[in-house]
């Protein structure tokens, strides 16, 4: 069997905010953990406990207070802000839960803006971006504005978008909460999909346990910390008391 590589490589990753009151707010302690590439992982946790903090550094949209992050082996913490766009933009699909369309662009647009960045004409940004929503079961609604459109096609529009770079990695922001359950489990299965017959890795942040059952792996954040690495196990009390020996 293939050996796979790592992609992910978080070493003992701190973060902290300067708090407005003066001072600063830790909010990431010592997290550390390697995701290979294949894989379809959940990062689980209460509000506040550090999710999209810590999917904002894998995303490198943001950077670490101290600690060390390898992306596709290329060390993150000390790149410069041109670097890190174009390792975003070569690797990654981000997909949130307020989709994050442009509301006065047809749905064929949104899915092709990115590729202008990439600098693809214009020819073969309209036959990818029509690829992509083919295989989202859009390509009747290219005309489309997003508000024409249901939550679950307009999440769907904002997967063609991510996938028309064609990203070896997709970072999901709750990518469900704006959902109702029958289009988020659409969503879900379509990450199933994308994971298993395409070999895209995928990391989605929820708070939800039902939803995290769709991944293979959940890595759970209380605190700042993480509490709880592994298979998604039978029951969420596995989590949950996790949490508790974190307390102790
Ligand atoms: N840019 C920022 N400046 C200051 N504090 C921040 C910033 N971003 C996040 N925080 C703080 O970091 C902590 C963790 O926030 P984060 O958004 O990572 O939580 P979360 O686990 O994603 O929560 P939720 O489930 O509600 O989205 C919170 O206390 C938040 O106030
Ligand atoms: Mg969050």
């Known amino acids: 069997m293939k050996k796979q590589e790592s992609i992910i490589v ?11 009151v003066g001072g600063i707010q830790q909010v990431l302690f010592d997290i550390t953990f390697t995701i290979k590439s294949g894989e379809f992982v959940s990062i689980m946790g209460p509000s506040g406990s550090g999710k999209s903090t810590c999917m904002n550094i894998i995303g490198a949209l943001d950077s670490a207070t101290s600690g060390t992050y390898e992306l596709y082996n290329k060390d993150i913490t000390t790149m410069s802000a041109d670097d890190l ?13 307020n989709f994050n369309l442009l509301p006065k662009r047809t749905i064929l647009d949104n899915v092709m803006l990115p590729l202008m960045y990439r600098g693809w004409v214009m020819h073969d940004r309209i036959e990818r971006a029509r690829e992509m929503l083919k295989l989202v079961n859009l390509e009747n609604f290219e005309t489309y504005f997003p508000t024409q459109l249901s939550g679950g096609m307009k999440q769907r529009v904002a997967i063609a978008r991510a996938l028309a770079g064609n990203p070896k990695l997709i970072l999901a922001d ?6 109702d359950s029958k289009m988020g489990n659409e969503i879900l299965k379509f990450f199933e999909k994308l994971n298993h017959d395409m070999g895209i890795t995928i990391v989605m942040i929820t708070h939800e ?7 293979k792996r959940v890595i759970h954040i209380y605190d700042g910390h993480i509490t709880y690495d592994g298979p998604v196990p039978k029951n969420e009390s596995t989590l949950l008391e996790s949490e508790k020996k974190h307390k102790k």
């Open 174 to 179: 709750e990518p469900t909460g704006s959902l």
């Open 85 to 97: 766009a174009t390792v975003r933009n070569e690797h990654i699909g981000f997909v949130f839960q």
């Open 10 to 20: 978080m070493n003992k990753i701190c973060k902290s905010f300067p708090l407005a």
């Open 209 to 215: 346990f039902e939803i995290a059952r769709f991944s």
